[in-house]
């Protein structure tokens, strides 16, 4: 099993930045990737970012490229969104997700059935 809790979460003003993180706990060296997904009311579940936590290679939605980054910290099984430049359109509740199906993260924005573990969400706001 694995447990992940994010927190970060804020309202800010667009153009303004944010950084989420992710702890995971349980069965960590299970995990292959790790993502950021996110749901605005009345939406879908989008993933904006991802990362392979073995190679390190990340992923980005065109949504967010160039504005997005997620690094990781593997000492303490921590996973990061930095968000620049906000816009309205990224409010949303934020999710982290983990899938221990192996093999190189699922393409963004991928499908959340391809993630097997999530944490309960932090919300971001932005306002204009």
């Known amino acids: 099993q694995v447990q992940l809790v994010e927190s970060g979460g804020d309202s800010v003003q667009a153009g303004g ?3 989420l993180s992710c702890a995971a706990s349980g ?3 299970s995990i292959n990737c790790m993502a950021w997904f996110r749901q605005a009311p009345g939406k879908e579940r989008e993933g904006v970012a991802a990362i392979d936590t073995g190679g390190g290679s990340t992923y980005y ?3 967010v490229k160039g504005r997005f980054t997620i690094s990781q910290d593997n000492a303490k099984n921590t996973v990061y969104l930095r968000m620049n430049s906000l816009k309205p ?3 949303a ?3 982290c997700a983990a899938s221990t199906y192996g093999g ?3 393409l963004l ?3 959340p059935y391809e ?3 999530w944490g309960q969400g932090t919300q971001v706001t932005v306002s204009s």
């Open 27 to 29: 069965y960590t060296y």
């Open 104 to 106: 190189s993260c699922p």
């Open 109 to 111: 924005p991928g499908n």
């Open 17 to 19: 930045s944010l950084r």
């Open 89 to 91: 359109e990224d409010t």
């Open 93 to 95: 509740m934020y999710y």
């Open 115 to 117: 993630y097997n573990y």
């Open 61 to 63: 939605a065109d949504s």
